[in-house]
């Protein structure tokens, strides 16, 4: 079992690993593609992810998922609908982070205005249904990749 708290042997300061929370959105286009990130850093540089990030402290989960996906693909989301929610570990520097990712599915009439921005190497345009799970940076990812794709055919 992992560890809960870790206590500072000096001052006592007793610390909690609390989960961060990440909110991320599966992006479609009127023709049924989605919208992906090539992750530009660390952990899953290279590989794709949908558009999201962290929840910064003061925000909404809808307001840091149109933060994120306007940061870093330049859109303007409307309606987002929420999808599925997964644990996750993210690895930075050393430290592993325990995250809960909440996934979110949105549609936008074209892809047109979309570029790579903050954090991201490119972007990639595919059908929902080719783009495949073992391609995406986290298990949570992969997992809600899949989630969409079921519930998409049927």
Same mark, same amino acid.
């Given at each position: 079992?992992?560890?809960?708290?870790?206590?500072?042997?000096?001052?006592?300061?007793?610390?909690?690993?609390?989960?961060?929370?990440?909110?991320?959105?599966?992006?479609?286009?009127?023709?049924?593609?989605?919208?992906?990130?090539?992750?530009?850093?660390?952990?899953?540089?290279?590989?794709?992810?949908?558009?999201?990030?962290?929840?910064?402290?003061?925000?909404?989960?809808?307001?840091?998922?149109? /933060?994120?996906?306007?940061?870093?693909?330049?859109?303007? *989301?409307? +309606? &987002?609908?929420? %999808? =599925?929610?997964? !644990?996750?570990?993210?690895?930075?520097?050393?430290?592993?982070?325990?995250?809960?990712?909440?996934?979110?599915?949105? /549609?936008?009439?074209?892809?047109?205005?979309?570029?790579? *921005?903050? +954090? &991201?190497?490119? %972007? =990639?345009?595919? !059908?929902?249904?080719?783009?495949?799970?073992?391609?995406?940076?986290?298990?949570?990812?992969?997992?809600?990749?899949?989630?969409?794709?079921?519930?998409?055919?049927?």
């Amino acid at each position: 079992m992992e560890a809960k708290a870790v206590r500072c042997g000096a001052c006592g300061f007793l610390y909690y690993f609390n989960t961060a929370a990440a909110a991320a959105a599966f992006i479609e286009d009127a023709a049924g593609r989605l919208l992906l990130v090539r992750r530009d850093r660390e952990p899953g540089k290279g590989r794709l992810a949908p558009p999201g990030g962290f929840i910064d402290a003061g925000e909404t989960v809808a307001e840091a998922l149109r /933060r994120e996906v306007r940061e870093e693909v330049g859109l303007e *989301l409307g +309606e &987002a609908v929420f %999808l =599925v929610s997964y !644990p996750n570990h993210y690895r930075y520097r050393g430290i592993d982070y325990p995250t809960l990712d909440l996934f979110f599915h949105a /549609r936008v009439a074209d892809f047109g205005a979309a570029r790579a *921005l903050d +954090e &991201a190497e490119g %972007l =990639v345009v595919a !059908p929902l249904a080719e783009v495949a799970a073992d391609q995406m940076a986290f298990p949570s990812m992969a997992k809600a990749l899949s989630f969409l794709q079921r519930r998409d055919c049927g």
